[in-house]
């Protein structure tokens, strides 16, 4: 399970923060990863990044916000995050974080709860 | 970047009806990389087909997806009024890794 919080307002030039608790699996886990995708009305569903543990740690960022964006692993809490800096109104959308786990090949099949974010002066 | 996408965009179709979506994609994907999934309106997206052609744990076996290179399928053989939702595919390109996801098709009642 997957249990998303964080802010939903924001102002533009704002840095975005939210969290995603993983219960019944590790964010350290050798074969998931742990994903961020959002999903608005202009955009469609849009995947932002991915963290996972392979012996080290690895990110990798859609080109969309590579420059903007990072996604950290906390494991003495269980759980990822996702810093958006400089948001602006297109940054508008429904936030969710997501698994893939080892045995399915690139699709997610645990999903958080979504977390409204709206930017708005 | 591998362009999807979904067709037609609104199906109306009426509950114990056969339901035929489809996804194209802009160049070939690997069949292990294709995955649709069903959203209902104020829910998240959950899998329904992986690899294709796999059902998800849990997803009933009305459900099917088929298809390889640039043309994919899923198919619900005899709709159930839960079945009524958006539906999208998605694939998973490794070089840079990313997903992209299909526009989506609206299931809605006839």
């Known amino acids: 399970q997957l249990q998303q919080s964080g802010p939903g307002l924001m102002k533009p030039s704002q840095t975005l923060s939210l969290t995603c608790a993983i219960s019944?699996?590790?964010?350290?886990?050798?074969?998931?990863?742990w994903n961020w995708i959002r999903q608005s009305p202009s955009r469609g569903l849009e995947w932002l990044g991915r963290t996972y543990y392979r012996s080290k740690w690895y990110n990798d960022y859609a080109v969309s916000v590579k420059s903007r964006m990072t996604i950290n692993p906390d494991t003495s809490k269980n759980q990822f995050s996702l810093q958006l800096n400089s948001v602006t109104l297109e940054d508008t959308a429904v936030y969710y974080c997501?698994?893939?786990?080892?045995?399915?090949?690139?699709?997610?099949?645990?999903w958080g709860q979504g977390t409204t974010v709206t930017v708005s002066s | 970047e591998i362009v999807l996408t979904q067709s037609p965009g609104t199906l109306s179709l009426s509950p114990g009806e056969r339901a035929t979506l489809s996804c194209r994609a802009s160049q070939s994907v690997s069949s292990n990389y294709l995955t649709w999934y069903q959203q209902k309106p104020g829910q998240a997206p959950r899998l329904l087909i992986y690899?294709?052609?796999s059902r998800a744990t849990g997803i009933p076996d009305r459900f099917s997806g088929s298809g390889s290179g640039t043309d994919f399928t899923l198919t619900i053989s005899r709709l159930e009024p839960e079945d009524f939702a958006v539906y999208y595919c998605q694939q998973y390109g490794s070089s840079p890794p990313m997903y992209t996801f299909g526009q989506g098709t609206k299931l809605e009642l006839k």
């Open positions: 019944g699996d590790s964010v350290s886990s050798n074969s998931a990863t």
């Open positions: 997501a698994r893939r786990p080892g045995n399915t090949p690139n699709a997610m099949d645990v």
């Open positions: 690899s294709a052609s």
